[in-house]
């Protein structure tokens, strides 16, 4: 370890923003944002591989502990692995939905639609699949820690949804429980567990969404 002024920084190309055009970006981005919603109806429109790269590039851009960007993003299009995947997730979905969740999460659900079935899992184009890194391994074998795992992985899943959205796709965040099961089917090394699972594409046409709202600025924000 060098000391702590022998590490290279460089100047933060920062770029001034005027307050109306501050109060104006913050706006549109708000508006933009609040016209995502969460879509269980997709249609199997493919998606192209360089936006697919882009939205990538924009949550793995994400602040992480330590700088260890502990995340590996899997990108699924294979018909065949999809299918394997919606077989497992919806044999789990099925025990859930039918013993393992209680009366009041189901409760909680209903206004959404959801059930143990997902054909989304197949339908749509791709699937991103977030693995979170519990520690990472060096070339000679030693592990490695990762700080901060679920806090990263969580705030670059944030930035994905955020990217694909501006990008003018549509997502769900799925969570499948448990989900071991997308490691294996991924073959994915044991120090990477799954975070989250994304299907990504379109809208299926005429796709619906459930009419609920968010809560008001007043309910989620205290002043001190
Ligand atoms: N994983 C299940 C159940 C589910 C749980 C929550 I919390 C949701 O917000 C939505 C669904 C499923 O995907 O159906």
């Given at each position: 370890m060098l000391n702590k002024n022998e590490y290279p920084f460089i100047n933060y190309a920062y770029?001034?923003?005027s307050e109306v055009d501050m109060l104006a970006n913050a706006h549109?981005?708000?508006?933009?944002?609040?016209?995502?919603?969460?879509?269980r109806a997709f249609s199997d429109r493919p998606v192209s591989t360089a936006l697919i790269e882009k939205i990538i590039c924009a949550a793995a851009s994400a602040p992480s502990g330590a700088n260890r960007q502990p995340w590996t993003f899997c990108v699924v299009s294979s018909p065949h692995l999809k299918k394997a995947i919606r077989e497992a997730a919806e044999k789990e979905e099925y025990e859930s939905y039918h013993s393992?969740?209680?009366?009041?999460?189901l409760a909680d659900l209903a206004p959404l639609g959801t059930d143990w079935e997902k054909p989304f899992l197949?339908?749509?184009?791709?699937?991103i699949v977030v693995?979170?890194?519990?520690y990472e391994v060096e070339a000679d074998g030693r592990k490695h820690n990762n700080y901060y795992v679920n806090?990263?992985?969580?705030?670059?899943?944030?930035?994905?949804?955020?990217?694909?959205?501006?990008a003018g796709l549509v997502t769900l965040t799925h969570t499948p429980s448990p989900m071991n099961f997308l490691g294996t089917i991924l073959a994915r090394p044991a120090n990477e567990k799954p975070f989250l699972l994304l299907p990504v594409g379109y809208p299926a046409e005429n796709a619906q969404v459930p009419a609920i709202q968010k809560k008001?600025?007043?309910?989620?924000m205290l002043w001190y």
């Open positions: 770029k001034p923003v549109y981005f708000m508006e933009n944002l609040l016209k995502r919603r969460s879509i393992r969740m209680s009366e009041e999460w197949e339908i749509a184009p791709c699937l693995f979170k890194q519990i806090e990263s992985v969580g705030i670059a899943c944030g930035f994905l949804i955020a990217a694909i959205h501006q008001t600025l007043e309910e989620v």
